[in-house]
Structures are given as structure tokens and as C-alpha cells.
């Protein structure tokens, strides 16, 4: 499974629109790139998936380039209640198996 | 639909005790996953099954066992517990139609500590 690299952490302010950058370097024909959050004292929670070029649902937008070596995870407008660790994976194969980073802290302030 | 259950929610272990976490997902879903989180660290898988009937190693096995009870229940064992796996464990589960990724249901997690 391909190793993702994204930033340890990121600051905004509410209404912000956030970028999160992640680079998959290796990443092989068959994988996909997710995205999860993971707020204190929880599991995570799947955000966002995609192949290629842009995904976009009610959370979230997922950017991905022609080459597919990297992504950006764009949270629109974020507010207090975004403040988490994002994870970006790179998954393939049968078994759906998934390997974490450490991720990124997006500190929300006021 | 509970989702993703997990039990025990917390438990403190001296060494060398064993425990069973337990885990159970109501989504009919065909794979099931065992990870565990130390503190500031990305979670690390230990074990899945793909399948009811299968089970295989993820990252970290050593120190574990687990059972596919039924498709519905994955169980996670430490014969003798060190203070090495104080953690916090989630138990995960996912359709895995094989079509495309599927996404992965968390429960909310077993805080274990071994004294």
C-alpha cells in the first residue's frame, strides 16, 4: 500500500475554506484515496473517497490531478465543530485494508 | 442499526492477564478489523477478516489472537498482556463488495490500560 505524507497540522478560523494537501508518491493503478476524521475519544469517521478528478459531497471536496501523486481534501467554510485529526489513506486490494498515518490537526478558532 | 458495538468501553489489566474485546456490527457486513490507536499516533491494524471463515495478520499481530465468531462478531484475545499494549483499541467493519473501496464503520473504541 502506497504511504501518504500531509502536514502534521493546520490552523483556520470559522468560515475559512481549509486545503488539506496529501502526496501518494507510489500509488498503484488499482488504489483509491479516502479521507477520514477522527475527533478526540472517538473512532474515525469516513469523510470522502475518490479514483480521480474531483468528488464533492455534503462535507466535503476531494481534488485529485491527472497523475494521481497527491490530493486535497477541501472542507468549505469550516466551524469550531471541525476541529480534528484528517486522515488521508490510500487503499487497494480485496481486503479493503487500511494504513494510517499520523494525519493532520485542523485547529478550528473563533 | 447500533452499527459498529464494542465491549468492555474501558479496562485495566495487570500483566500477564488475559481479556477478550468483543465486537459486533448489525450491517451484514463481510469484513471486520481490529485496530489499535497509542496516544498521538495513527491507528495501526492488528488483525481482519475478509470474510467470515478467514482471518489474517495486519501491522502488529504479535501479542493477539482473534476469532470470527460469525459474521457478525470478531473478538480480539491477549493470552498475556504486557503494559506495551495499554492503547486504545476500535473494531471496524465494511461491506467489501470487492466493486470499489468500501468505507470502513468504527466503533467507539476499548480504553485499555496494563499495569
Known amino acids: 500500500l502506497a504511504k501518504t505524507t500531509q502536514p502534521i497540522s493546520m490552523d483556520s478560523y470559522e468560515g475559512q475554506e481549509v486545503n488539506i494537501t496529501c502526496s501518494h508518491n507510489?500509488?498503484?493503478?488499482?488504489?483509491?484515496i479516502t479521507w477520514y476524521q477522527q475527533f478526540p475519544s472517538q473512532g474515525p469517521r469516513f469523510i470522502i473517497q475518490?479514483?480521480?478528478t474531483k468528488v464533492t459531497n455534503e462535507v466535503a471536496s476531494l481534488f485529485i490531478p491527472a497523475d494521481r501523486k497527491s490530493s486535497t481534501l477541501s472542507l468549505p467554510r469550516v466551524s469550531l465543530s471541525d476541529t480534528a485529526v484528517y486522515y488521508c489513506l490510500v487503499v487497494g486490494g480485496a481486503t479493503n485494508k487500511l494504513i494510517f498515518g499520523t494525519g493532520t490537526l485542523l485547529a478550528v478558532q473563533p | 442499526n447500533a452499527g459498529v458495538t464494542q465491549t468492555p468501553k474501558f479496562q485495566v489489566l495487570k500483566t500477564g492477564q488475559s481479556m477478550t474485546l468483543q465486537c459486533a456490527q448489525d450491517?451484514?457486513?463481510?469484513?471486520m478489523y481490529w485496530y489499535r490507536q497509542d496516544p498521538g499516533m495513527g491507528l495501526r491494524l492488528i488483525y481482519y477478516?475478509?470474510?467470515?471463515?478467514?482471518?489474517d495478520k495486519g501491522e502488529v499481530p504479535n501479542g493477539y489472537n482473534v476469532s470470527r465468531l460469525n459474521k457478525r462478531e470478531f473478538s480480539l484475545r491477549l493470552e498475556s498482556a504486557a503494559p506495551s499494549q495499554t492503547s486504545v483499541y476500535f473494531c471496524a467493519s465494511s461491506a467489501n463488495t470487492g466493486s470499489s473501496y468500501n468505507e470502513q464503520f468504527f466503533g467507539p473504541g476499548t480504553r485499555l490500560t496494563v499495569l
Open positions: 477478516s475478509a470474510s467470515e471463515g478467514t482471518t
Open positions: 507510489n500509488i498503484a493503478t488499482n488504489d483509491y
Open positions: 450491517m451484514n457486513h463481510n469484513s
Open positions: 475518490g479514483y480521480k
